[in-house]
């Protein structure tokens, strides 16, 4: 199954991929007048379709089927996670984040932070990346950041959750219930302030711990995604 991201497509019977995605199509996908394709536009629509002209430059499909709400499902899945020192695992985060299932990430400037922004640009493209690997049709929302303090007082979800390493916390599944929607807090290197875990217990949120091992700030991300992701398999 091949998926092109076309965020500008429209219902209607053809459409022609970027000069970009034309020759992704053609010269390495090597697909020819005939093959079927996919496209999305990125918001949960998946255009069934087929090649009409394979141009290098200007390749051109004919949409037969249209799937909304496609992959939908009952649950939202909200990450604020500190971004990371080395941007590339940040990336990372956000590449396996996307491939298992996200709606919304937004990047927290906490007290122990050592990165305050990230590449927006950059950081899109791997997601968009991940999302056609992953065969999706809804790319995550990426916001932009913002800090700690802020966020926690504005939040909102059915579950909100602080996850940081204390052992005496309860565990992340055991606190979760299956389609629950929920809003993690991820912290940066050095985790959370002990001001930072008063101010989001006050705002709502429940401590929780990802297991008995120290987690860099990236994969701590990842296991709590999929954890999410497996309760509600």
Known sequence: MHLFYTP?????DSYTL???????CSRVLRLKKGDTVYLT???GMLFESVVDSDSLKKTTVRVTRICTDWGARSYSLHMAIAPTKSIDRFGWFLEKATEIGIDQVTPII???SERKS????????????ALKQSIKATLPVLNAPVPFHSFVTK????????????LRNGHLRDNYSRGESVLILIGPEGDFSQPEIRQACDAGFVQVNLGSARLRTETAGVVACSMINVSNE
């Open 110 to 112: 906490c007290e122990h």
């Open 41 to 43: 536009d990125g918001k």
């Open 155 to 166: 939040s909102g979800s059915d579950k909100k959750f602080i996850a940081h390493y204390d």
């Open 18 to 24: 970027s000069e970009e995605e034309s020759k992704h």
């Open 8 to 12: 500008d497509i429209r219902s209607g």
């Open 118 to 129: 990230i590449p927006v640009e950059r950081m899109n493209r791997i997601m968009i990346a």
